[in-house]
């Protein structure tokens, strides 16, 4: 059981829960191709800096499920759910946790498991 964290903005969030799919950049394929269905996903909006989940996938990733979703920007990209236990939170409450960071600005798509029982702790607790 690991977590996988993706992006949204304003811009894109309505899309992501309009389709319940998760996408991101072909950079990140390796980590996100990863994913298992027992495996947690979390949302962090870098427009908000919210953070999001946990959310549940219902599908394994997959390169272009939608391929027209965000313009094709997006091509890696999972189906997920939410659960009992999605909260969205500032990102500032987990920050801390988040050891490494792509661009210097975007968390690191993929979780220990150390990490994700961190996170869920702190979503059940607020």
């Known amino acids: 059981m690991k977590g ?8 894109t969030k309505d899309e992501v829960f309009e389709r319940m799919l998760f996408g991101e950049e072909e950079a990140v394929k390796a980590s996100m191709m990863k994913i298992t ?3 947690y996903l979390f949302l ?7 953070f999001s989940g ?10 272009n499920i939608e391929g027209n979703a965000w313009q094709g920007r997006f091509p890696v990209q999972i189906r997920f759910e939410t659960t ?39 979503i059940a607790a607020s």
């Open 4 to 11: 996988y964290i993706f992006r949204c903005n304003d811009k």
């Open 37 to 39: 269905l027992e495996d």
């Open 44 to 50: 962090y909006n870098t427009s908000t800096f919210e």
């Open 54 to 63: 946990p959310y549940k996938p219902t599908t394994a990733p997959n390169i």
């Open 84 to 122: 009992d236990q999605t909260k969205t939170i500032p990102f500032n409450l987990i920050e801390r946790i988040i050891t490494a960071y792509r661009k210097g600005i975007y968390p690191h798509p993929e979780l220990t498991k150390e990490q994700t029982t961190k996170i869920l702790s702190i």
